[in-house]
Structure formats: C-alpha cells, structure tokens
C-alpha cells in the first residue's frame, strides 16, 4: 500500500503550528507523507514586514526568516501524526547551512524538507528552499516535539 500524501491549506497549517502574522512564513503544505517528507511554499509580497528594513533599495528576505519557513514547512511530517498532535515542535539546531541566492518579493520560496532521522521526540531533516528551480536555502535541522 502506497504511502499517504496529504496537503494542507493555511486554515489547516494554522491548526498544526502556533505561529501568525508576521510569523507565520509557510502559506500551503503541497504534499506531505508523514513520517517521510514536505513540501509547500511561501509567496513573497513587497506588503512582508521585513522587506521595509531588509534593505528599502533592494529588499531580500532575511536568512534567518527562510531557515524559519523551511522549520515551519516540515512542521507537518510529524505533527500530523496521531501521536504527537497537540504538542509543540521546537527546533534544537540548525546546521549546515547555505543561502545561494537571495529571495526578493514577487517570488515564490518553494520548499522541501525530508525526515532523516526519528528517534522518540527527537529528529533530524533536511530542508532546501527554491525560487523558480535555483536552490537559495539549504540546511540540516534538528528539532524535539515537547
């Protein structure tokens, strides 16, 4: 039997993390199997707080803020899970990081996070961001379900 692909609007991502405006960097959840893999997306609008600081004559999202949407994006994998619903994710570290190319409003930030590792309340994933193909984001994260 094939694995499950689920998908999630942002009334159902809304459901699944605490997060909200203007934290919340996640806009739709395209695919998740639980347990294996995310992928989803955040559209980018000159209307972002950040991009009014982050730099007025030539806005790029800050790095920071993309390591947070792929965080949030793999939120799903375990969250969705009979077994941890109604906890909270927490991320532990963040390592091996690359930014590649920046991120600008009018792009779309695609996202994939893959599991790596699971072990009780704590895993490992992979997570790569992208703008029309190119990689801009890449990190190994490591995160506890509490």
């Known amino acids: 039997m094939a694995d499950e692909i689920l998908s999630f609007d942002i009334n159902d991502i809304i459901k699944l993390i605490p997060h909200r405006y203007p ?9 998740c199997v639980p347990g294996v893999y995310a992928k989803g997306y955040k559209n980018l ?5 950040f991009f009014q600081g982050h730099f007025p004559d030539n806005p790029i999202m800050p790095g920071v803020l ?11 994998i375990l969250m969705c899970q009979e077994r941890y619903k109604g906890h909270l994710m927490l991320y532990a570290g963040i390592d091996n990081v690359r930014f590649k190319n ?4 009018g792009d779309r ?7 790596v590792k699971s072990k009780g309340p704590i895993f490992k994933s992979h997570g790569v961001g992208y703008v029309d193909g190119k990689i801009c984001v890449e990190a190994d994260m490591t995160g506890a379900i509490k």
């Open 23 to 31: 934290f919340l960097l996640v806009d739709r959840i395209t695919e």
């Open 45 to 49: 609008t000159m209307n972002e707080p």
């Open 66 to 76: 993309q390591l947070e949407a792929l965080a949030q994006c793999s939120t799903p």
């Open 102 to 105: 920046i991120v600008k409003p």
């Open 109 to 115: 930030l695609d996202m994939h996070i893959e599991l």
